[in-house]
C-alpha cells in the first residue's frame, strides 16, 4: 500500500535523534523509516578534520539508531544518485531531511528536490539547523540584518519551540538495503598520524553533548562573561563541534540558556548572545552567499592583501612559530584538540591579516582544513569581522595586540605553557604532543630554539595602517 512505503531519512548536519523535525514528522506518519548518511561530494569537500570528526559522528549515531531497533545506511557517490537507487531498491516514496543554508549545499538541496519531484517522489526539508529561517527574520523596512545587535534585538523575546524528545521507537523497513562500511571510507585518512593525537580531545554523539550543556549550564554558565576570554580557563560551553554535526540542537541550547537566565544568571544572556551569533552568520550566508568565499564588502577587493601562502611569513603562522606566544599557542592548541580558544582565534586572525597583511582567505581555508567545529557560515564570517571586510566588522585600524593581550587574557602564562615546549625546562605533555600531530615533513622538534617575531606587533600595526590609509587616499 503507499502509506506503507518506507521514507528515507536522509541525515547530514544534524547527527541526533531529540529535537529532530524531520525525524519527529517521519515517525508520525507510522511509516518504516530508512535513515540514511551519502558519503557524496559536500562531504568529499570538506577538510582533513572536519571530515574527521565528521566520521566519529555518524559512527555514534549509527549506534543510537540500533539501540531504537533502526540502521543506518552508508551509501557512497553523488546524493541524488545514491537516493534514487535506495528509491528503487526500497520501494521509498518519500525523502525527508533537515534544510541546511551554506551556499554549497542549499545549491544541492534545490537541484536534488527538484529532480526527485520530477520523478513523482515526495522531497521534503524541515528545519532544525537554526532557531530561525533565515527568511522570517526582517528588519523593519523588510530586508536581512546587517547588523548583528539590531537582529539580537530582534530576536531576543522570539518564541522557539521546546524541544522534542527522541522517539521511543523508530519503525523498520521489511528488509534492509545494503550499507556501506564506515570504516572503508578511511574519513580519517588525511589526518594522517595526528588523528590518534585529536581523537581522545573530541567528544562525541548525541549524549556526551547534552552532558557537555549540563554541566556547562550547572558549573559555568553564571561566570560566562567573565571568564569566556581567558583561555586557560575551562569558561566556555565548548559545544561548537557538537553543533557542527548536530549532535544537539541549537533549541535545546537555547531553552537551557534561558531557564539559567531565569533562574537569576545574567550571564547566560551573553550565551544566548552567542547563538544568535551564530544564526546571523547563517542569515548572512543565505542572503549573500558570496561571504563565505569573497569580501563581503567590494571595496575591500583592491586592499593589497598578501595572496601567495607560500611566503615564510604565512608558513611561520601555520606551523605556529611566528615568535609571538598567543599566537603560537593558539595554533598549537588547534593541532592538537581540533578547536581554538575564541579569543584566540581573533588574534591569530588579526595577526594574519592585519600584522602579516595576508587576505583572510588563507586562515580561512586553514581552519576549514584543521577544525573539528568547522562550520560554513561561521568560519567565513568570524574571519572577514577580524579583517575587516565584512558586515558589522571589526574596523581595520583596530589591530589586535597579541602582545598585550596575552598579558590580559593569560597573567600567569598558564596558556602559553601549555601549548609550547620551547624555553620551558619541564613541558607539558599537551605543547609535547604538538609535534605529534603535525606533519613529519615540517621537521620540528621540542629541542628547537623559540623564534624571534616574523614581525613584532608594532611594526605590523604600523605596516596595515599605511596600507589602510593608502587605500582611502583618493586617486589623483
Same mark, same amino acid.
Given at each position: 500500500?503507499?502509506?506503507?512505503?518506507?521514507?528515507?531519512?536522509?541525515?547530514?548536519?544534524?547527527?541526533? *535523534?531529540?529535537?529532530?523535525?524531520?525525524?519527529?514528522?517521519?515517525?508520525?506518519?507510522?511509516?518504516?523509516?530508512?535513515?540514511?548518511?551519502?558519503?557524496?561530494?559536500?562531504?568529499?569537500?570538506?577538510?582533513?578534520?572536519?571530515?574527521?570528526? *565528521?566520521?566519529?559522528?555518524?559512527?555514534?549515531?549509527?549506534?543510537?539508531?540500533?539501540?531504537?531497533?533502526?540502521?543506518?545506511?552508508?551509501?557512497?557517490?553523488? @546524493?541524488?544518485?545514491? =537516493?534514487?537507487? /535506495?528509491?528503487?531498491? $526500497?520501494?521509498?516514496?518519500?525523502?525527508?531531511?533537515?534544510?541546511?543554508?551554506?551556499?554549497?549545499?542549499?545549491?544541492?538541496?534545490?537541484?536534488?528536490?527538484?529532480? =526527485?519531484?520530477?520523478?513523482?517522489?515526495?522531497?521534503?526539508?524541515?528545519?532544525?539547523?537554526?532557531?530561525?529561517?533565515?527568511?522570517?527574520?526582517?528588519?523593519? $523596512?523588510?530586508?536581512?540584518?546587517?547588523?548583528?545587535?539590531?537582529?539580537? !534585538?530582534?530576536?531576543?523575546?522570539?518564541?522557539?519551540?521546546?524541544?522534542?524528545?527522541?522517539?521511543?521507537?523508530?519503525?523498520?523497513?521489511?528488509?534492509?538495503?545494503?550499507?556501506?562500511?564506515?570504516?572503508?571510507?578511511?574519513?580519517?585518512?588525511?589526518?594522517?598520524?595526528?588523528?590518534?593525537?585529536?581523537?581522545?580531545?573530541?567528544?562525541?554523539?548525541?549524549?556526551?553533548?547534552?552532558?557537555?550543556?549540563?554541566?556547562?549550564?550547572?558549573?559555568?554558565?553564571?561566570?560566562?562573561?567573565?571568564?569566556?576570554?581567558?583561555?586557560?580557563?575551562?569558561?566556555?560551553?565548548?559545544?561548537?563541534?557538537?553543533?557542527?554535526?548536530?549532535?544537539?540542537?541549537?533549541?535545546?541550547?537555547?531553552?537551557?540558556?534561558?531557564?539559567?537566565?531565569?533562574? +537569576?544568571?545574567?550571564?547566560?544572556?551573553?550565551?544566548?548572545?552567542?547563538?544568535?551569533?551564530?544564526?546571523?552568520?547563517?542569515? /548572512?550566508?543565505?542572503?549573500?552567499?558570496?561571504?563565505?568565499?569573497?569580501?563581503?564588502?567590494?571595496?575591500?577587493?583592491?586592499?593589497?592583501?598578501?595572496?601567495?601562502?607560500?611566503?615564510?611569513?604565512?608558513? @611561520?603562522?601555520?606551523?605556529? !612559530?611566528?615568535?609571538?606566544?598567543?599566537?603560537?599557542?593558539?595554533?598549537?592548541? #588547534?593541532?592538537?584538540?581540533?578547536?581554538?580558544?575564541?579569543?584566540?582565534? #581573533?588574534?591569530?586572525?588579526?595577526?594574519?591579516?592585519?600584522? /602579516?597583511?595576508?587576505?583572510?582567505?588563507?586562515?580561512?581555508?586553514?581552519?576549514?582544513?584543521?577544525?573539528?567545529?568547522?562550520?560554513? @557560515?561561521?568560519?567565513? #564570517?568570524?574571519?572577514?569581522?577580524?579583517?575587516?571586510?565584512?558586515?558589522? @566588522?571589526?574596523?581595520?585600524?583596530?589591530?589586535?595586540?597579541?602582545?598585550?593581550?596575552?598579558?590580559?587574557?593569560?597573567?600567569?602564562? !598558564?596558556?602559553?605553557?601549555?601549548?609550547?615546549?620551547?624555553?620551558?625546562?619541564?613541558?607539558?605533555?599537551?605543547? =609535547?604532543?604538538?609535534?605529534?600531530?603535525?606533519?613529519?615533513?615540517? +621537521? =620540528?622538534?621540542?629541542?628547537?630554539?623559540?623564534?624571534?617575531?616574523?614581525?613584532?606587533?608594532?611594526?605590523?600595526?604600523?605596516?596595515?595602517?599605511?596600507?589602510?590609509?593608502?587605500?582611502?587616499?583618493?586617486?589623483?
Amino acid at each position: 500500500m503507499p502509506d506503507a512505503a518506507p521514507i528515507l531519512l536522509w541525515f547530514r548536519r544534524d547527527l541526533r *535523534l531529540a529535537d529532530h523535525p524531520a525525524l519527529t514528522a517521519a515517525v508520525e506518519t507510522g511509516r518504516p523509516i530508512i535513515p540514511v548518511f551519502i558519503n557524496d561530494e559536500v562531504v568529499a569537500g570538506q577538510g582533513a578534520a572536519p571530515r574527521f570528526r *565528521l566520521g566519529l559522528s555518524v559512527g555514534s549515531l549509527a549506534q543510537q539508531l540500533e539501540s531504537k531497533g533502526s540502521k543506518l545506511i552508508l551509501r557512497l557517490g553523488d @546524493a541524488l544518485q545514491v =537516493l534514487r537507487n /535506495l528509491i528503487a531498491e $526500497t520501494g521509498a516514496t518519500s525523502v525527508y531531511w533537515s534544510r541546511a543554508y551554506d551556499p554549497i549545499t542549499k545549491d544541492r538541496d534545490k537541484a536534488l528536490k527538484a529532480a =526527485l519531484k520530477d520523478d513523482g517522489i515526495t522531497a521534503q526539508s524541515f528545519t532544525g539547523h537554526l532557531l530561525f529561517e533565515p527568511w522570517t527574520v526582517e528588519t523593519k $523596512t523588510g530586508g536581512f540584518y546587517r547588523v548583528y545587535t539590531p537582529m539580537w !534585538r530582534a530576536v531576543r523575546n522570539r518564541d522557539v519551540p521546546a524541544p522534542v524528545p527522541a522517539p521511543s521507537k523508530i519503525l523498520a523497513p521489511t528488509a534492509w538495503p545494503a550499507s556501506d562500511n564506515l570504516g572503508d571510507w578511511q574519513l580519517d585518512k588525511a589526518m594522517n598520524r595526528g588523528a590518534a593525537v585529536l581523537g581522545p580531545h573530541c567528544t562525541v554523539g548525541e549524549a556526551a553533548a547534552n552532558d557537555r550543556l549540563g554541566a556547562f549550564i550547572e558549573d559555568r554558565v553564571a561566570s560566562y562573561a567573565d571568564q569566556r576570554d581567558f583561555p586557560a580557563v575551562n569558561g566556555t560551553s565548548g559545544l561548537s563541534e557538537n553543533l557542527t554535526c548536530g549532535e544537539i540542537s541549537p533549541a535545546t541550547c537555547w531553552h537551557a540558556g534561558w531557564s539559567s537566565f531565569r533562574r +537569576g544568571a545574567d550571564q547566560a544572556e551573553i550565551f544566548l548572545k552567542e547563538l544568535v551569533w551564530r544564526e546571523f552568520a547563517y542569515h /548572512l550566508a543565505f542572503h549573500t552567499p558570496h561571504i563565505t568565499t569573497a569580501n563581503w564588502r567590494p571595496e575591500w577587493d583592491a586592499f593589497p592583501w598578501n595572496t601567495d601562502e607560500s611566503t615564510a611569513e604565512v608558513t @611561520a603562522w601555520k606551523q605556529g !612559530r611566528t615568535g609571538i606566544p598567543f599566537v603560537d599557542a593558539a595554533m598549537r592548541q #588547534m593541532y592538537v584538540t581540533g578547536v581554538m580558544h575564541n579569543r584566540a582565534r #581573533m588574534i591569530v586572525a588579526s595577526y594574519l591579516t592585519k600584522n /602579516l597583511m595576508s587576505r583572510w582567505q588563507i586562515g580561512e581555508r586553514w581552519f576549514a582544513d584543521c577544525l573539528i567545529d568547522w562550520d560554513p @557560515a561561521s568560519n567565513a #564570517m568570524g574571519w572577514q569581522w577580524v579583517a575587516g571586510s565584512g558586515p558589522d @566588522a571589526a574596523p581595520y585600524f583596530r589591530v589586535f595586540n597579541p602582545v598585550t593581550q596575552l598579558e590580559k587574557f593569560d597573567r600567569d602564562g !598558564r596558556y602559553q605553557k601549555q601549548w609550547i615546549t620551547e624555553g620551558f625546562g619541564q613541558p607539558t605533555e599537551t605543547a =609535547l604532543s604538538y609535534f605529534d600531530a603535525i606533519p613529519r615533513s615540517w +621537521g =620540528l622538534s621540542p629541542d628547537d630554539r623559540y623564534p624571534s617575531p616574523i614581525v613584532t606587533p608594532e611594526e605590523g600595526r604600523m605596516r596595515a595602517l599605511d596600507a589602510y590609509a593608502a587605500r582611502e587616499k583618493p586617486a589623483n
